[in-house]
């Protein structure tokens, strides 16, 4: 009995293998689209490399360790070994070893993805082409840019919500903050992953390769709106971009202009 379960067990690092190759396969069907969305950032491929670094060392380990288990269930099926059981104290080198290898993997991915880190969460832009205030609330996204005189909290402050407006190929820093509680800015096309946590302003950084509207997504249970907590990021042209806080002024000035005659 223990040899049939043995081949059950046995289709586990062969299914598995084989949906990753599948789904890794941009061409296939049906599973087409299930891997990592379309990078668009200038620093996507090194999260991703990072990411199958690791990836085909853990398969390995999986693999190996499945294939192990199913010898063993093999080998000493009950029903085939009478031979009693034998006790023994094990291998003090095997154990020195498999202890070492481990600790040596994790010394290398540690050493590894220190650019990746650096890159993404210590290097601030000195110059960023854009810098934009992303203020996570439940349930939305909240973005101010600052006008004309390039700082916050001034008269000329421009709003938006849900639709950030970035241009293309230029540092965009993100001030991040949240107005209530945990959040998560996600933007899954750039490879931007970053709590928004209360009472603090985090800088968040990226730059996008290629126009196009792509998600801006909270990946942070954050209360029972969560799953409508969900935005656009949208790609352009330096020109279309200035067109668009142009347009944003205008609208901002003549949302005023009524709000005053309404007073008035």
Known sequence: MARYWSLLFLLVPILGTALFVVAYDEHSQPLINHWFPKD????????????????????????????????????YEASVRNEPAKFTHGSHNLEVVWTIIPAATLLFIAIY?????????????????????????????????????????????????????????????????????????????????????PGMKIPVWFRATEEGVFDLVCAELCGWGHYKMKGLLRVQSRDDFNAYLDDLREKQHLTSLAEGDDES
């Open 113 to 197: 993805q220190l650019n990746a880190w650096a890159d993404t969460k210590v290097r601030v832009p000195e110059q960023p082409g854009m810098t934009v205030e992303v203020t996570g609330r439940q349930f939305e996204w909240r973005l101010r840019y600052p006008g004309p005189d390039g700082s916050f909290d001034t008269p000329d402050d421009l709003f938006s919500v849900n639709e950030l407006h970035v241009p293309v190929n230029e540092d965009i820093l993100v001030q991040l903050k949240s107005a209530d509680v945990l959040h998560d800015f996600f933007l899954p096309n750039l490879r931007v992953k970053q709590d928004a946590v």
């Open 40 to 75: 668009v950032s200038e620093y996507g491929h090194v999260i991703d490399g990072l990411f199958m670094v690791i990836l085909w060392l853990t398969g390995i380990v999986f693999i190996g360790t499945e294939l192990t288990l199913v010898w063993f269930m093999w080998k």
